[in-house]
Nanobody, 121 residues
């Protein structure tokens, strides 16, 4: 069972920036970190969970949701089995729980526990 541990959330003022991290472990035998499609999702209060960014298993293709394009940068460090999400120009509407997701070879989803990001003055 893949374990995903997010960190880096907190209280940030509007216009500020934040970098979230997601450390992965417990990969299925025969698979490595680079075998998984890693994604970041977020869920704001009263709203459905939405995709923020997705990194292909090779790390060469990164897709972003249109609503945050230009303000977010996703990256991965295969040596550390970790993905990152850099968010800039934070707005109050970015307040949400941010989740890390790993999709395996069989398209099964694995989720972290989430990290809270609150944007407020």
């Amino acid at each position: 069972q893949v374990q995903l541990v997010e960190s880096g959330g907190g209280l940030v003022q509007p216009g500020g920036s934040l970098r979230l991290s997601c450390a992965a472990s417990g990969f299925t035998s025969g698979f490595t970190f680079s075998s998984y499609v890693m994604s970041w999702y977020r869920q704001a209060p009263g709203k459905e969970r939405e995709l923020v960014a997705s990194i292909s298993s090779t790390g060469r293709s990164i897709k972003y949701t249109n609503s945050m394009k230009g303000r977010v940068t996703a990256s991965s460090d295969n040596a550390k089995n970790t993905v990152y999400l850099q968010i800039g120009s934070l707005k109050s509407e970015d307040t949400a729980v941010y989740y890390c997701n790993a999709k395996d070879f069989w398209s099964r989803d694995h989720w972290g526990q989430g990290t809270q990001v609150t944007v407020s003055s």
